[in-house]
């Protein structure tokens, strides 16, 4: 592996670990702001630092304002219309799923929190069937053994909760462990969405339009639900800032700088240690502690991750 490859690994391996972090910094923030006030802020925060971003990869990359024909300009106005349209789609989509997940994790641990979070991995190349995709094989062995993680980190759990602590009265499973899967739901279709339009336009560009729309309609969400103090945003100033531009700016820049040159599949895999990381960081933050059947579903959970980024007999190597 040569120099520029490690380095890569050492940002992508920064950027899993900067988000599994995050599900501290959303855990912590429930204490002083309500869900939506802390999307709202943290994605508007996300927005904002992402601006000075595009203007330097735009340097970078050599982008320079340039005047334009008028065929020229048509097809910019082309570009600007996709762009708009998959940072509308892929905003709202985000705000169903990370709302989803930030309501949920008021109710479970960062560690579990992290991991179920991560069944998007699995859920994607399924939803892919829908669009024509073949499954591998190594897909399906990953979601039997997501299906039984699943089952040791929640359902055991759940099983001993009250009736008013569980999602639906007649489902064992508690509210923050449901929340937390139907919020995978929400990032599985982000991401086929993502998948979709990053091919017709600049991908951090449609990630600032994202975080803006995630933002305001979190906003529209905290006006109508919640009752937002700016006292209490301002006590909330660390996780909030952590999340807004750790987690949304430097993480997402380093994740595209650090995807260049590398193998996908190898770049998935680093990727997806944020699962492994956010129980670390639960345990040694907030000192939370996992069951033993919880850590083996984590385990299952983890084993299952792999599987679905493994690449076909077909598929070259890294």
């Known amino acids: 592996m040569d120099k520029l490859k490690i380095r890569n690994s050492l940002l992508l391996l920064l950027t899993a670990t900067i988000w599994g972090v995050a599900f501290v910094a959303q855990s912590v923030g429930m204490e002083y702001v309500g869900p939506f006030t802390f999307n709202c802020v943290r994605c508007l925060l996300g927005g904002v630092v992402l601006i000075p971003c595009i203007i330097l990869l735009d340097k970078m990359h050599g982008k320079v304002p340039t005047r334009k024909k008028e065929q020229e300009e048509g ?67 990953g979601v039997a053994l997501a299906v039984a993680g699943l089952y040791f980190l929640c359902i055991t759990d759940a099983a001993s909760l009250g009736e008013a602590e569980r999602f639906l009265t007649w489902l064992p499973i508690g509210k923050g462990e449901a929340l937390l899967f139907i919020g995978a739901l929400g990032f599985s279709f982000h991401i086929l969405v993502i998948d979709y339009f990053t091919e017709l336009a600049d991908g951090v560009r449609m990630s600032c339009i994202q975080f803006f729309v995630c933002g305001i309609i979190s906003g529209v969400g905290m006006l109508l639900t919640e009752q937002p103090k700016l006292n209490a945003v301002l006590s909330a100033w660390q996780p909030i800032l952590y999340a807004g531009v750790m987690s949304c700016g430097v993480a997402y820049t380093l994740q595209i700088v650090g995807q260049k040159g590398m193998n996908p599949t190898v770049a998935s895999l680093i990727l997806s240690l944020e699962s492994v990381i956010s129980v670390l960081a639960g345990m040694v933050i907030l000192s939370q502690r996992l069951t033993g059947r919880e850590l083996f579903g984590c385990v299952l959970m983890f084993l299952a991750i792999i599987m679905a980024q493994l690449p076909s007999k077909s598929g070259k190597g890294a």
């Open 75 to 141: 097809q910019r106005k082309k570009e600007r219309k996709i762009l708009m349209t998959g940072g509308i789609l892929c905003g709202m989509l985000l705000c169903l799923g990370s709302n989803l997940q930030q309501f949920g994790i008021q109710y479970t641990s960062v560690g579990k929190a992290g991991f179920i979070t991560a069944f998007y991995i699995i859920i994607v190349p399924i939803l892919g069937l829908f669009f024509h995709r073949k499954c591998k094989i190594t897909v399906w062995i």
